[in-house]
């Protein structure tokens, strides 16, 4: 799916940066059709190198750009948007947002026009093409939802979802890369305590998590149905495990992710 058109991504921090990586590593883009910004573009000078367009000039980049990804924080977009107000071109632009909690229509209203609007809640996976990616609009055209759809496809998994649902997906995929690297993080430690070098733990629970997310995806399986497999009667399996539940292991995830996500839901009203 290469494509002409030139992307500017608004904000290239830790997501921003990853979009980019991931759409050069899939072939959609080469980085001479992306351009890149921040205030502080000293700390872009690895990618210019790369022959990313960077610069720290927002309305310059979308001017030139077909494609503009908003990628900065809530509290820094509504400055953001008044920058690029008089460079914005409702038929010239499509707006892709990643930012978290503000919906499609607060972003027409802060530009002051009835532009195409497509929220994407990715995450940092995206980098590595394993991204598990959210997409939503009011607005957009079917012909651009496909777009960016096949957009966020060559970089993981995407789907289209409800707008009222996107601060459950943040919650959910994009948070959730963290919620899963600490578990790993966690069985890791275990693993460490009874026997194994850091490093070789680290290694045998990442690998053990990958396999038990693929049962899934690969056999399309239910959690239950594959540990009833594991678990041995009087066997070690359910010892351990119901220990963790004792503990509140998956009250403990449920509570954080209703937590993260409506932390989410007011990011940008509370700022
Ligand atoms: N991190 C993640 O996993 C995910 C994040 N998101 C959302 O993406 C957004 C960005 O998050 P994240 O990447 O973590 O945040 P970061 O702080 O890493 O990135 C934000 C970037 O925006 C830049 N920036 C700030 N103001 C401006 C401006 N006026 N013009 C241009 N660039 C600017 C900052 O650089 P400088 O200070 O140099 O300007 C910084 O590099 C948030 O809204 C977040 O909710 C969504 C999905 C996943
Ligand atoms: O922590 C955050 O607020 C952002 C949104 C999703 C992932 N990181």
Do not use: W
Request: negative net charge.
């Amino acid at each position: 799916m290469e494509t002409q058109q030139h992307i500017a991504i608004l904000g290239s921090g830790n997501i921003g940066l990853a979009l980019a990586k991931g759409l050069v590593k899939a072939g959609i883009f080469a980085p001479e059709q992306i351009t890149l910004t921040r205030r502080n573009v000293a700390a872009l000078s690895a990618l210019a190198d790369e022959g990313y367009n960077v610069t720290a000039d927002n309305a310059g980049a979308v001017t030139r750009a077909d494609i503009v990804v908003l990628a900065i924080l809530p509290q820094q977009l509504n400055k953001l948007l008044d920058e690029i107000k008089p460079a914005a071109n409702q038929t010239k632009h499509l707006l892709i947002s990643v930012v978290s909690g503000v919906s499609c229509q607060d972003i027409r209203t802060q530009l002051g026009l009835d532009i195409q609007v497509i929220r994407a809640m990715p995450n940092t996976a995206i980098a590595i093409g394993q991204s598990m990616t959210c997409i939503a609009t009011d607005n957009a055209s079917a012909a651009n939802v496909s777009l960016v759809l096949s957009l966020f496809d060559t970089v993981g998994v995407s789907i289209q979802i409800n707008e009222e649902l996107m601060t459950s997906a943040t919650a959910l995929c994009a948070c959730g890369i963290a919620f899963f690297l600490r578990s790993i993080r966690a069985a890791s430690q275990g693993g460490t305590e009874i026997g194994f070098h850091a490093h070789d733990a680290l290694r045998m629970a990442a690998q053990t998590a990958k396999g038990a997310a693929d049962l899934l995806l690969q056999l399309a399986s239910h959690p239950e149905q594959e540990i009833d497999k594991v678990t041995s009667p009087k066997g070690c399996t359910i010892a351990g495990l119901n220990e963790m539940e004792h503990n509140g292991f998956s009250s403990a995830m449920i509570k954080g992710i209703k937590v993260s996500a409506e932390k989410a839901g007011a990011l940008y009203k509370t700022e």
